[in-house]
């Protein structure tokens, strides 16, 4: 289902802070740690949502090293990455139907407003803990 996007900024922030090692790691937990709580592990839902995380992982590593993006075109390019990828896993695997595509415009207008959200999000937070680290 749809959802807000906010175990992505927590990804996100990893990312800027501590780089795309660690950051992996809290999107891999996060997927797993998720589906084994929810009874979701290995089921279509999981492989959803572990592919959506993959490729919101792969963009925002390119993206991240372009340096050409802060917090919210990271958080949007993250969000169309994942949402992008698991409608064509929906598609490819759980509903082979054309009448699939008329929803594509409905979700990817719906991962704008959760990336932008989670980016505005992981923007206040990055200024709050560079604040509060460049205090005596």
Do not use: Y
């Amino acid at each position: 289902g749809l959802k807000p996007g906010l175990a992505n900024v927590l990804v996100l922030i990893v990312l800027v802070r501590h780089g795309l090692a660690a950051a992996a790691w809290v999107a891999g937990l996060r997927v797993l740690v998720g589906s084994l709580l929810v009874g979701t592990f290995l089921s279509p839902a999981f492989l959803l949502s572990a592919g959506g995380a993959t490729a919101a992982l792969l963009v925002l590593a390119l993206a991240h090293a372009s340096r050409c993006f802060g917090p919210i075109g990271l958080s949007l390019l993250a969000a169309e990455a994942h949402m992008a990828m698991q409608f064509v896993l929906a598609r490819l695997l759980l509903v082979p139907h054309a009448a699939l595509w008329q929803l594509l415009p409905l979700l990817m207008t719906a991962a704008v407003a959760t990336g932008l959200a989670g980016g505005i999000i992981a923007r206040a937070l990055l200024r709050t803990d560079a604040a509060a680290g460049s205090r005596p």
